[in-house]
């Protein structure tokens, strides 16, 4: 597509739930990242994909939490037992290369918010 | 480890007042330096950029320059118009070491009153 897409846009849960994000990033974009917007903190690095394989997933906060993207296309990001303070925006970006692009021609969705009540 | 301060919002303005966000930065090697902004219902966008000391980054009216001797990279704009009503974001890759992960500060929230 022509930008990167994420779905849902918001999304609300019961505490203890789990709940799937997902990425469509634009087409042909080998590195995906994902990143969480905390009320009142910057963005959150979480994960990078190039390709299918994660070789950087330092940013996870817990192992409730996971990543996976097939076919080098889209990606799920899975909270297991969701907690209050998982609620954030989690953002998805690409660019068309990873490492070496330094930020340059990273492409950011719009979010998922999420609430976790 | 390498990390953003911003300052803090949020910003209220005036139509064509001057805007300064002010931005300072730790890195253990020569990053790059960026502004994103985030318009309401949007995704973040690339502003700006600088790669080396002394560049300027500049679009839309908006310039920083990447100070290494004051480590900052403060946003600035002439004259604001409402449509630049946003979140601002500064950001940081180090070369030197994970060069696809970008450091952000908190955000600025600005917002421009006609």
């Known amino acids: 597509g022509a930008g990167v897409s994420q779905s849902p846009s918001n999304k609300v849960t019961e505490k203890g739930k789990d709940v799937e994000l997902r990425c469509d990033p634009i087409?042909?974009?080998?590195?995906l990242y994902w990143y969480r917007q905390s009320l009142g903190q910057g963005l959150e690095f979480l994960i990078y994909f190039q390709g299918n394989s994660a070789p950087d997933k330092s940013g996870l906060p817990s192992d409730r939490f996971s990543a996976e993207r097939t076919g080098g296309s889209v990606s799920t990001l899975t909270i297991q037992r969701t907690q209050q303070e998982d609620s954030a925006v989690y953002l998805c970006a690409s660019s068309l290369n990873g490492g070496g692009t330094g930020g340059h021609g990273y492409t950011f969705g719009s979010g998922t918010r999420l609430t976790v009540v | 480890g390498n990390s953003v301060t911003q300052m803090e919002g949020p910003v209220t303005l005036s139509e064509e007042a001057f805007l300064t966000i002010n931005c300072t930065y730790t890195?253990?090697?020569?990053?790059?330096l960026f502004w994103y902004v985030q318009y309401p219902g949007e995704g973040l966008q690339l502003l700006l950029k600088a790669t080396k000391a002394d560049d300027k980054g500049s679009n839309k009216g908006f310039e920083a320059t990447y100070r290494k001797e004051t480590t900052s990279f403060h946003l600035e704009k002439g004259s604001v118009q409402v449509s630049d009503s946003a979140v601002y974001f500064c950001a940081l890759s180090d070369p030197s070491s994970n060069d696809y992960k970008l450091s952000f500060g908190a955000g600025t929230t600005v917002t421009v009153r006609a």
């Open positions: 087409s042909g974009h080998t590195a």
């Open positions: 890195a253990t090697g020569y990053p790059s």
